[in-house]
């Protein structure tokens, strides 16, 4: 099923992913509509599942978690996979879970407070039955983390 985004969806979603509190009238002046008109728009938007959610994205360094890793996991057979992702799910510091191709079978985006969290966190996984093999890269610098999708007019949607 294809949706046709115009102009104005654009804006709207373009700045929902700037500021995803922004008030309805402050994108109404945007879009040059009426509150209402962008209300239904973006009730509109969300019934398509083309807004998933809102939530704010938290500074982690302000909470002291100071270690962003990247873990490269091997599960030994497809056949554990369901296992592995039951109890991946069940982490606080698993932000992202990918099935991946190449070198292992999923990589894991994880913050942990410092090294000797991070080195708990990855002695757990590797007990973990299925999981032969383990490698982390720990991030150093981050120049860019967004999330904002570059939003063309034609959308193919999937249910």
């Not at 109404?28 to 509150?35: G, M």
């Not at 057979?77 to 039951?86: A, H, K, L, M, Q």
């Not at 093999?133 to 063309?152: D, G, P």
Request: proline share 2%.
């Amino acid at each position: 099923m294809t949706y046709q985004l115009d102009e104005t969806d654009i804006k709207i979603l373009n700045h929902l992913q700037e500021d995803g509190r922004a008030q309805r009238n402050t994108i109404a002046e945007i879009v040059h509509l009426s509150v209402p008109s962008v209300s239904e728009r973006m009730r509109k938007l969300e019934e398509k599942g083309l807004i998933a959610t809102y939530n704010a994205i938290l500074d982690a360094k302000k909470f002291n978690f100071d270690i962003t890793a990247f873990i490269f996991v091997e599960v030994d057979s497809s056949e554990r996979y369901p296992n592995f992702i039951d109890k991946i799910t069940k982490h606080p510091e698993v932000l992202e879970c990918h099935s991946i191709t190449g070198d292992g079978s999923h990589i894991l985006k994880v913050r942990t407070k410092n090294t000797e969290s991070l080195e708990r966190f990855l002695s757990l996984i590797q007990t973990w039955d299925g999981v032969s093999r383990t490698r982390s890269n720990i991030v150093l610098s981050t120049f860019k983390e967004t999330r904002k999708l570059a939003i063309e007019r034609n959308v193919e949607l999937k249910k």
